[in-house]
T-cell receptor
Framework: DAGVIQSPRHEVTEMGQEVTLRCKPI?????LFWYRQTMMRGLELLIY????????DSGMPEDRFSAKMPNASFSTLKIQPSEPRDSAVYFC??????????FGPGTRLLVL | GQQLNQSPQSMFIQEGEDVSMNCTSS?????WLWYKQDPGEGPVLLIA?????ELTSNGRLTAQFGITRKDSFLNISASIPSDVGIYFC???????????FGTGTLLAVQP
């Protein structure tokens, strides 16, 4: 079975550029989560969706971050404009129920 | 962000040894999960626990949901080199409907 798919796996960009991260959840999972992982703060939940509807976006750092889920098999996390402090690993996870989450391989973002 | 207390922070052991690590919280949780993260990869779910006192095994791994619902334990028996990685606990439910992660335990296994 295919797990959670994320693209790109690596992204290097310059400050001020727009960055779009993509996620395909496991088929049949109703929940989709976006996390950010840094050495200092560990894994932080940014936003999550249930049946394509955003439920909690309180973890989104600021207005530069936005996320969409246009259908059950696709979600994007966009950063515009990007800043060096956004450099981190961004994970997408999906689940049948809210708690038992399966993670993708992550996107390693470096903003210069 | 909130993180659970996980100990030890790191372990350096010989192949074949058993490993124990634990996770504690000031809040109660309804679910405890254990993940393993390899370098450059995402966390992989190892074991999920849904009931206080529950003891669950997955191969050489055994995890327990603490009776107080504020802690959980993971044991790895007869460690092998591929057990190397960072192990994270995660708690769900209680005061917040979010998965809260531990600070991680780095495991190194010497062949």
């Amino acid at each position: 079975d295919a797990g959670v798919i994320q693209s790109p796996r690596h992204e290097v960009t310059e400050m001020g550029q727009e960055v779009t991260l993509r996620c395909k959840p496991i088929s049949g999972h109703d929940y989709l989560f976006w996390y950010r992982q840094t050495m200092m703060r560990g894994l932080e939940l940014l936003i999550y969706f249930n049946n394509n509807v955003p439920i909690d976006d309180s973890g989104m750092p600021e207005d530069r971050f936005s996320a969409k889920m246009p259908n059950a098999s696709f979600s994007t996390l966009k950063i515009q404009p990007s800043e060096p402090r956004d450099s981190a690993v961004y994970f997408c996870a999906s689940s049948f129920t809210e708690e038992t989450q399966y993670f993708g391989p992550g996107t390693r973002l470096l903003v210069l | 962000g909130q993180q659970l207390n996980q100990s030890p922070q790191s372990m350096f052991i010989q192949e074949g040894e058993d490993v124990s690590m634990n996770c504690t919280s000031s809040s109660i949780f309804n679910t405890w999960l254990w993940y393993k993260q390899d370098p450059g990869e995402g966390p992989v779910l190892l074991i999920a626990l849904y009931k206080a006192g529950e003891l669950t095994s997955n191969g050489r791994l055994t995890a327990q949901f603490g009776i107080t619902r504020k802690d959980s334990f993971l044991n790895i028996s007869a460690s092998i080199p591929s057990d190397v990685g960072i192990y994270f606990c995660a708690g769900y439910g209680g005061a917040t409907n979010k998965l809260i992660f531990g600070t991680g335990t780095l495991l190194a296994v010497q062949p």
